[in-house]
């Protein structure tokens, strides 16, 4: 299979890229987060990354994308870095690598090939509080 070929080809690459956490549009599905197509050139920006750089170390980047809000900013930022942390940039050349490459050891224990998506989103926990009903709620009366 080709696919199966391809994957062994870029190992240990993942074979995803990195997507953002996007709201989905319209009212009625605005309160779910899901994975987008690419990171905006200011998410990328804040998290210090060119977007050159970012295509060739497995992130996707949508130029027509615009942030609309700070909090989804800083949550696609903080993810951009948290993907920084976990990634092993190899060195073109063993004897001389550069500033931020890998060195001999971390290239020698990542051996092993990401599948499926990376830093998949978590469904956040919705508890439902309940309140005590007191006896000046049962007798108000909103007329």
Do not use: W
Not at 22 to 49: D, M, W
Not at 59 to 75: H, Q, T
Not at 107 to 133: F, M, N, R, S
Request: hydrophobic letters at 40%; aromatic letters at 4%.
């Amino acid at each position: 299979m080709k696919r199966v070929a391809k994957a062994a080809a870029m190992a240990p690459r993942p074979t995803q890229l990195l997507r953002p956490a996007v709201h989905c549009p319209t009212q009625r599905y605005s309160a779910k987060v899901r994975l987008g197509r690419g990171f905006t050139l200011e998410e990328l920006k804040a998290a210090g990354i060119s977007p050159k750089m970012a295509r060739t170390i497995g992130i996707s980047v949508d130029k027509r994308r615009v942030n609309k809000s700070e909090e989804s900013l800083n949550a696609n930022v903080e993810r951009l870095q948290a993907y920084k942390e976990k990634l092993v940039l190899f060195p073109r050349r063993t004897a001389q690598p550069k500033k931020g490459d890998a060195t001999a050891e971390e290239v020698a224990a990542a051996t092993e090939q990401y599948v499926g998506d990376i830093l998949p989103l978590e469904a956040k926990d919705t508890e439902v509080e309940y309140a005590e009903v007191t006896d000046e709620m049962k007798s108000f009366g909103a007329r």
